[in-house]
């Protein structure tokens, strides 16, 4: 791969490298401490933060389309999971404290 390759080789070299890539998708900063800044920084801020969560976003999307399209083409198997599949998942995933407690004196 050379320097100016495309970024969907960029992006497929990091994935089979197993390159780790932390994708940063949430901003905190204390609420008292951004209100006093001056507004024209305040407004920067806000700026930058959308506009990066929205590129985070999209070079997520991007890597993940490459990782899938990569195992498709290994023998790894993709299982995609229909709408009601992917409900019912989400359903049996939500578990609450007490019955997390629960199973963990089991």
């Given amino acids: 791969m050379t320097r100016d390759g495309s970024r969907r080789d960029r992006l497929a070299a990091g994935w089979q490298s197993a390159e780790r890539v932390a994708l940063v998708t949430s901003t905190l900063m204390n609420a008292d401490f951004l209100a006093?800044?001056?507004?024209d920084v305040?407004?920067?801020v806000e700026m930058t933060v959308d506009e990066l969560g929205a590129w985070s976003f999209d070079v997520q999307a991007d890597m993940n389309a490459v990782?899938?399209?990569?195992?498709?083409d290994?023998?790894?198997?993709?299982?995609?999971?229909?709408?009601?599949?992917?409900?019912?998942?989400?359903?049996?995933?939500?578990v609450d404290e007490v019955e997390r407690a629960e199973r963990g004196r089991q």
């Fill in 74 to 94: 290994s023998d790894i198997e993709v299982v995609e999971l229909t709408e009601d599949e992917r409900e019912t998942f989400r359903e049996m995933s939500r």
């Fill in 36 to 39: 006093g800044l001056p507004d």
């Fill in 67 to 72: 990782a899938i399209a990569a195992m498709r």
């Fill in 42 to 44: 305040r407004r920067t």
